[in-house]
């Protein structure tokens, strides 16, 4: 009993506090929001149990269709513009611009959204798209005298797609430079000497190379999208109408606007059990297993 | 193809310059190595060549043409690099066609080529392979196999046997010469071993701090050092070195004097001086006209000789003896050697003070035309 306490009294006392914020905050949560889903909870904090009566409801819903239309729409377009400009900025900042100084002021940029406050980057775009004649766009339309239009009403998504692929492509941007940063600088010289052009080094050196942290990003990013509402709750609330409702603001708005919280919960419950799915099947498609197989080569 | 390189100046932080006004001029086929420690900027020069590097001042040429704004991929070199630079992702057949693909040669030629280039370096059996499942010596090939598919009309080697066993590197070394005789191709190696530049190259361009110190055939480095520098770095065992003055033209050593007059390059030469004298050109007993004698610290048994350590003074020098011999450490004994093997540098300058010794001379007191009476004639007198 003794010698057991000894051995494990290390490991108990490292890993103790790390477990008990996992249990806290990771896994309670999923419990509860698992739990709550079955639950008619409202404003007056009762526990009802109502069996399936919110997924019913769900799948009765009018606002369904258009919703999950929104999410895979703001999902699929937000990811490429995410990745693909990720790996952009990444390339121009570590193989197109080769002074250090100069790309890691570029990458400084990328990243200042990132450090700002959600509501401060939020405040910029709509101001940027704002209906009055202060608004950026429409002040510059004024100078050759045409008039304002309310882009915030018209194309609500397209917005919301630029805001949010934007400063998630920072992210992409980090993992993706520190990835060509780490390919051996033979390799380029070689491809040089060999004839490659910049496409074919991009294609033949570089992509072959980051095909790990590519994959890595994208689903990373998948299911953080999946998940994320904050700047569309900031810039368009999910309006006009739904236009921009996606189905996490759409449970958040349920729990908190209405506070159907069960509802709310069960439409959390979907949101991870989709995300539990695309994980594995993107799992399964880019071969994750292979990524984390040790190497045959010693 | 001639390659010529002129006044040639490149810094990397604008302070100190890693290449220092450099000239060389390499003949067509001819093989010609970088020598040098690390850091000497052989690998600058080589990758200016290549055009992976701009140089800051001065002219690179090819056949006459100035190349200095050419990208690498219009050059038409081929590289072997220290780490192989192989593409991880790509076979072993991928890695070979791949100079081929960017010249847009059709996919049957460059799988052709690639075979037959991969059929040269014996790697027939490993075209389908990943460089990551192949072992150093064999990826060493696929390196060589890439480097010259495209038929370059310079072949640049960095350092590219310093990751082999020394049994791989023998082998490699002789495929290397093998395959530049035969593709007749103008061949820049860079290398910090002198023993694989003396056995390649045709002539040496031994480095130093950004400069060509000496650029001469292995043989001329060997008997006409220009500075201790290179006396030093050239030879296995090393040269050994005594320090002596020379005064009226007798050089004083060890409290012998030896009479230089006429092979003084200015007669009228005083001062101290460092003297080399090659393990190879000592022997035991009295026979030279410059005698020593020293305490045996250290012997080491090679087979064929004993490499005998031998304090005289404070210097340690090394030779070889008979490996019969029972020589113990403790022993005190009389060696020797011949004045005209010697080698004397100006103990401040570190130039050579002595006239060069006349490689045909020695040729004739080796007595090589008995040796080989027809093959020694039609040799180079390298």
């Given at each position: 009993m003794r010698s057991s306490w000894k051995k494990w009294r290390l490991p108990v006392i490292m890993l103790g506090p790390f477990l008990i914020l996992v249990v806290i905050f990771y896994f309670i949560p999923v419990i509860l929001t698992a739990i709550l889903a079955f639950t008619g909870m409202d404003s007056s904090m009762r526990w009802e149990f109502i069996e399936l009566n919110n997924f019913r409801k769900l799948l009765a819903d009018p606002n369904i269709g258009l919703i999950l239309k929104?999410?895979?729409?703001?999902?699929?377009?937000?990811?490429?513009?995410?990745?693909f400009f990720g790996f952009i900025l990444a390339l121009l900042t570590t193989y197109f611009i080769r002074w250090e100084r100069t790309s890691l002021f570029f990458r400084t940029i990328w990243m200042l959204p990132r450090i700002t406050p959600p509501v401060v980057y939020a405040l910029l775009w709509i101001w940027f798209f704002d209906p009055s004649e202060y608004g950026l766009l429409n002040s510059i339309r004024s100078l050759f005298g045409l008039p304002p239009v309310s882009y915030l009403t018209t194309q609500p998504m397209l917005i919301i797609i630029l805001a949010n692929g934007l400063i998630g492509a920072s992210f992409g941007m980090i993992i993706f430079s520190s990835a060509i940063?780490?390919?051996?600088?033979?390799?380029?010289?070689?491809?040089d000497v060999d004839g490659a052009g910049h496409l074919s080094v991009i294609k033949d050196?570089?992509?072959?190379?980051i095909r790990w942290p590519f994959m890595f990003v994208t689903i990373w990013q998948l299911l953080s999208l999946l998940t994320s509402y904050e700047y569309i709750l900031l810039i368009t609330d999910g309006g006009p109408v739904n236009a921009t409702e996606v189905l996490a603001l759409y449970s958040y708005h349920k729990a908190f606007q209405n506070f159907e919280y069960g509802y709310g919960s069960a439409i959390s419950l979907i949101i991870v059990i989709i995300a539990f799915f695309i994980s594995l099947l993107l799992w399964k498609v880019f071969g994750m297993g292979k990524m984390i197989r040790p190497?045959?080569?010693? | 193809m001639k390659i010529e390189l002129k006044n040639i100046t490149k810094s990397f932080d604008k302070k100190t310059n890693t290449i220092d006004n450099l000239n060389l001029s390499i003949e067509d086929g001819e093989f010609i190595a970088l020598l040098g420690p690390s850091g000497c900027g052989k690998t600058t020069t080589m990758l200016m060549i290549a055009g992976i590097y701009k140089p800051d001042s001065g002219d690179i040429l090819f056949d006459g043409q100035r190349v200095n704004e050419?990208?690498?991929?219009?050059?038409?070199?081929?590289?072997?690099?220290q780490s192989y630079a192989l593409y991880p992702h790509m076979t072993v057949l991928d890695n070979i066609a791949f100079p081929l693909k960017q010249q847009k040669v059709k996919k049957e030629e460059r799988i052709q080529r690639a075979k037959e280039a991969a059929a040269t370096v014996h790697l027939e059996q490993y075209l389908h392979r990943k460089p990551?499942?192949?072992?150093?010596?064999?990826?060493?090939?696929?390196?060589?196999?890439?480097a010259i598919v495209k038929n370059p009309r310079l072949l640049l080697l960095d350092e590219p046997m310093s990751n082999l066993d020394e049994r791989l590197r023998i082998e490699m070394r002789s495929e290397i010469s093998r395959l530049q005789k035969k593709l007749g191709i103008t061949t820049i190696l860079v290398t910090h071993d002198q023993q694989e530049a003396m056995t390649l190259a045709d002539r040496i361009a031994v480095m130093k701090d950004g400069q060509i110190i000496q650029y001469d055939t292995p043989m001329a480095l060997y008997y006409q050092p220009e500075n201790l520098y290179v006396a030093r770095f050239i030879g296995t065992p090393p040269m050994n070195f005594l320090h002596g003055s020379v005064n009226n033209g007798i050089l004083h050593l060890h409290n012998r004097k030896l009479p230089l007059e006429t092979r003084l390059l200015t007669k009228s030469y005083n001062g101290d001086v460092i003297v080399g004298i090659r393990p190879h050109d000592i022997q035991l007993g009295s026979h030279g006209d410059l005698q020593l004698e020293g305490t045996i610290q250290f012997v080491e048994t090679i087979g064929h000789a004993k490499l005998i350590n031998v304090l005289v003074g404070d210097t340690m020098i090394r030779f070889f003896t008979n490996p019969f011999l029972d020589l113990v450490p403790g022993m005190n004994i009389q060696f020797s050697a011949n004045s005209s093997d010697l080698h004397i540098f100006d103990g401040k300058t570190e130039k050579r003070i002595l006239k060069k010794k006349d490689l045909k001379a020695i040729r004739k007191s080796n007595a090589v035309n008995q040796i080989l009476p027809h093959a020694a004639d039609s040799k180079k007198s390298g």
């Open positions: 929104n999410t895979v729409t703001y999902v699929l377009f937000t990811l490429v513009i995410n990745v940063k780490s390919i051996p600088r033979d390799l380029f010289y070689a491809a050196i570089i992509f072959p190379h190497t045959r080569i010693e | 050419v990208e690498p991929k219009d050059r038409n070199v081929g590289m072997v690099f990551g499942e192949l072992s150093g010596g064999q990826q060493q090939r696929v390196a060589l196999a890439r």
